[in-house]
Structure formats: C-alpha cells, structure tokens
C-alpha cells in the first residue's frame, strides 16, 4: 500500500541499548523528518533530510542518528538510549521543503519505552 | 524552542456548538499549515495559509491570519463528535531550508 510507515509501532528497551526505528514512504518524497511527541512539549523535530545522503540536525539531535541511503528509508537510531528517550517518534515525508510549502505526511507512530 | 503556540490547551464543547482555536508564532512565515490528530494517531494535514493571504476556508474549516500580530486561528463550526482530537499549527521559518515547526496543540473534546 502507498503511503509512510514506521516499525516498530511499540518498542519497549532498556537503558543503554541500541534501538533502531524505521521508517519508509512511497512516494518518492525528498523530504524526510523525524519528530517526537512528549506530553507538554508537543512535536518536536530531531532530524531531517532534504534528498538521500543529505541530512540535517533539528531542535533536539542529541543521542540520536539518521541516515538516508536511499530515497524511501530514513531509519533513526537511539545509540544508547537513556530514559528521557522514551516518547512517541513521528516520521513524515513531504514533495516539497518546508519553505516550499509542503504539507507532511505522517506515518502512525512507534511508542518506545526505555526501563 | 516551539514556533507556535496554540490557545487554549483544551477546549470542550458541544455538538453544533463552533470551535475557535488560536496560534501565535515568533518569527516571520512563509505559511501556516494546521494539523489534526486523533488520539494514538499521527497528524493528518488539514490546511495552509500562506503569508499573503488573510482568510481560507476548506468545508467546516475557517482559517485565519494576521502577519501583524503574528497570529492564527482556527474555526470548526457545527462541530461533530468526530472532530475530537488535538489540533496544532505549524510554521515555517522565512529561511529556505528552515523546518516546520509545530506548537504543543489544543486538545478538542466534543460531546454529543
């Protein structure tokens, strides 16, 4: 099906481990994010990528990696997770840059839990 | 830091009463964009407003800007049962490259 999906929907981890979310869209999008939800906070934006192998830090990068080596993927990676870590992660993929006004397509979400 | 900041952070109505909901953002736009979210979903782009213009309306949906107070709200009228969900707005930077950049939301409830 068309469309941007992220797995795994929940994650549960422990502190310190390494965890990988992914995320994959369909429509050839440039444009890949990576947001995450706290209570209180809102989204925020961790990573962003503007065409494969481009990336670029947002507002809280720290503790997190991306990588884009092909146009559909953008897979975030919690190196060592540590508990302020746990959150709801949002990926979304856009035709267009921010300032080129393009809306963003959001996948469904992958809840992680770090004990 | 948060570009936009939605008002209030929880608004409960009836059904058929009209919902309003506000932004304020810091800096200078291109455009504004809405989002809704159901609760344990991710957001579904409802409308944009670009900085040039004033009013837009898509079905129940009325948007509004005003550069000047660097400011926009939201209006559902004859709202549903259904419209429950947390509504955010979004801005860009004026900067090419800049990120959208969402505020922490209102929350929506509405009771039949």
């Known amino acids: 099906d068309a469309g941007i999906t992220q797995s795994p929907r929940y994650k549960i981890t422990e502190t310190g481990r390494q965890v990988t979310l992914m995320c994959h869209q369909t429509?050839?999008?440039?444009?890949m994010f990576w947001y995450r939800q706290d209570l209180g906070h809102g989204l925020r934006l961790i990573y962003y990528s503007a065409a494969a192998d481009i990336t670029d830090k947002g507002e809280v990068p720290d503790g997190y990696v991306v990588s884009r080596s092909k146009t559909e993927n953008f897979p975030l990676t919690l190196e060592s997770a540590t508990r302020s870590q746990t959150s709801v992660y949002f990926c979304?993929?856009?035709?267009?840059?921010?300032?080129?006004?393009?809306?963003?397509?959001f996948g469904e979400g992958s809840r992680l839990t770090v004990l | 830091s948060q570009q936009g900041e939605e008002d209030p952070q929880a608004l409960s109505i009836q059904e058929g009463e009209n919902a309003t909901m506000n932004c304020s953002y810091k800096?200078?736009?291109?455009?504004l964009q809405w989002y809704r979210q159901n609760s344990g979903r991710g957001l579904v782009h409802l409308i944009l407003?670009?900085?040039?213009?004033r009013e837009k309306h898509s079905g129940r949906l009325r948007v509004t800007l005003d550069t000047s107070k660097k400011s926009s709200s939201l209006l559902i009228t004859a709202s549903r049962a259904a419209d429950t969900a947390s509504y955010f707005c979004a801005t860009d930077g004026a900067q090419a490259g800049t990120a959208l950049i969402f505020g922490k939301g209102t929350t929506l409830s509405v009771s039949s």
């Open positions: 979304a993929s856009s035709s267009r840059g921010p300032s080129g006004t393009g809306e963003l397509f």
């Open positions: 429509w050839s999008h440039s444009y």
């Open positions: 407003i670009r900085s040039n213009e």
């Open positions: 800096t200078s736009i291109n455009n």
